[in-house]
């Protein structure tokens, strides 16, 4: 007998329903955004509750960063900032630093990328092949000099026409999913929305839209779900910037302050997820919802299913899938990174082919 999941797949309207994308999209720019939101129905159907995911790696460049990198270079532009020929500076885990390597393409700006030298190497390898001018810096605390934000900083200050788009505090990164990512979850569930939660790296994704669906109704659930070593679990449960333990996995997210894009975000609580768990849902997703993505979104459905447990069934809780795995082949793919991180032992057998 065919299973529901079956009878789905087999339907026939599934090629004539474009109603998503029915209009012609203008540029690399009119691309970013209005991503799908899509129900896992095996996750949904085991937490009794609706688990929706906004699909960010359908941006054009690959990431839920894209808007952010738009609204960055869109700020600069409207304050007269940028004139021709300009070079875009930014520090970034990678993705933010993907976007605004299209978007340079795209309007003839250089664009120069400073980022930690624990990323992966996937993202470097994008980079260049995008034009972008990628320098990796040794990992280090903020209130260092040597931190790679603040030689992005630097560079700018000292190269003509150069603009540094500073996207951990410059709020025209919330601003941006204020009105762009916030609209389309209350539109796209048709304000039915009960929880959104996920990780942050900037916070603007977070802050931005729950910003927006606090607005719309007071009741929503906004959490925060933070990955090991970062000090925001703690800030948001007791006020502290008290950092967990351990280092993560994860990449782009987690985070050691409260950036300009996080403060006075309407956060409800905040949650702590283990590596392994976001590393078995990464898994969970590939194999048995047939989404292929990287391990911040892991994390999130991660952080959606716990919550679920303390939400009447029927609930629609919202999260987002930031990117895709294919970036990340060399870690979370990687049998001998997952066994050295102790992630190994306790990923389920069944997944052990999906490594190598
Ligand atoms: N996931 C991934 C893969 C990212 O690259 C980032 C940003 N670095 C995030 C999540 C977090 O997004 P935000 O900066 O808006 O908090």
């Given at each position: 007998m065919l299973s529901k999941t079956m009878r789905y797949y087999g339907q026939r309207s599934l090629s004539t329903d474009v109603s998503a994308y029915a209009r012609i999209l203008e540029g690399f720019r009119g691309s970013i955004g209005n991503t799908p939101l899509i129900r896992l129905p095996k996750l949904s159907q085991e937490t009794?509750?609706?688990?929706?995911?906004?699909?960010?790696?359908?941006n054009p460049g690959g990431s839920i960063k894209d808007r952010a990198a738009l609204f960055l270079i869109k700020d600069a532009l409207d304050k007269n900032l940028i004139k021709s020929g300009a070079t875009i500076v930014e520090g970034t885990a990678g993705n933010t630093g993907i976007g605004l390597a299209h978007i340079c393409n795209a309007l003839g700006f250089k664009c120069v990328i400073f980022m930690p030298d624990n990323q992966s190497k996937e993202k470097i390898d994008i980079l260049r092949v995008l034009g972008a001018e990628v320098t990796t810096v040794p990992v280090?605390?903020?209130?260092?000099?040597?931190n790679y934000n603040h030689h992005a900083k630097r560079y700018a200050e000292q190269h003509e026409n150069s603009v540094w788009t500073n996207q951990f505090d410059n709020r025209a990164n919330r601003d941006g999913h204020y009105s762009t990512t916030g609209p389309e979850v209350w539109t796209q569930t048709n304000g039915k929305v009960n929880a959104f939660v996920m990780s942050t790296g900037t916070g603007g994704t977070l802050a931005g839209t729950c910003m927006y669906l606090k607005e719309k109704n007071s009741k929503i659930r906004t959490v925060l779900a933070d990955p090991p070593g970062s000090v925001l679990y703690h800030y948001i449960k007791s006020g502290k910037l008290e950092r967990t333990d351990g280092s993560s996995i994860t990449e782009g997210i987690g985070q050691g302050r409260l950036t300009q894009n996080l403060?006075?975000?309407?956060?409800?609580e905040s949650l702590f997820i283990k590596d392994q768990d976001s590393v078995n849902m990464v898994f969970k997703l590939l194999c048995e919802e047939g989404f292929f993505i990287g391990a911040s979104s892991g994390l999130n459905v991660a952080a959606a299913v716990e919550i679920s447990k303390s939400m009447p069934k029927g609930s629609t809780i919202v999260t987002t899938?930031?990117?895709?795995?294919?970036?990340y082949f060399n870690r979370l793919f990687n049998k001998n990174e997952l066994s050295k991180r102790g992630l190994l032992d306790q990923l389920p057998e069944q997944y052990h082919k999906n490594i190598f």
């Open positions: 009794g509750c609706n688990i929706l995911v906004k699909a960010e790696y359908l280090v605390p903020i209130t260092d000099p040597n403060k006075d975000a309407p956060i409800d899938i930031c990117d895709n795995g294919q970036k």
